[in-house]
Nanobody
Framework: QVQLVESGGDLVQAGGSLRLSCAAS????????MGWYRQAAGKQRELVAIFITSGGSPNYATSVKGRFTISRDNAGNTVHLQMNNLKPEDTAVYYC??????????WGQGTQVTVSS
């Protein structure tokens, strides 16, 4: 099993930046994907950014390309989402997600990002 703890959500003005973090613990050896999703009020949850832990380039939603960057710390157990040039349409609850070989998907508790115009 994997436990996820998110941090970094806040209220920010349009054009500002935030950095979200997600610390994974437990059976992290089983993780093969790490990513961020978001869900705005009244909308379905959508993929923001994701990467495969074994290598390769991250994938980003078209709406965030060039503004958001997903990264992982050297130990491999914390994933970050650097969000620059934030827009009001980025307002949502952001969820960390990991996908494991043994147990499927795990989700963080969610962190609120609010971008004011």
């Amino acid at each position: 099993q994997v436990q996820l703890v998110e941090s970094g959500g806040d209220l920010v003005q349009a054009g500002g930046s935030l950095r979200l973090s997600c610390a994974a613990s437990g059976s992290t050896f089983s993780i093969h994907e790490m990513g961020w999703y978001r869900q705005a009020a009244g909308k379905q949850r959508e993929l923001v950014a994701i990467f495969i832990t074994s290598g390769g380039s991250p994938n980003y939603a078209t709406s965030v390309k060039g503004r958001f960057t997903i990264s992982r710390d050297n130990a491999g157990n914390t994933v970050h989402l650097q969000m620059n040039n934030l827009k009001p349409e980025d307002t949502a609850v952001y969820y960390c997600n990991v996908r494991t070989y043994a147990w499927g998907d795990f989700w963080g508790q969610g962190t609120q990002v609010t971008v004011s115009s």
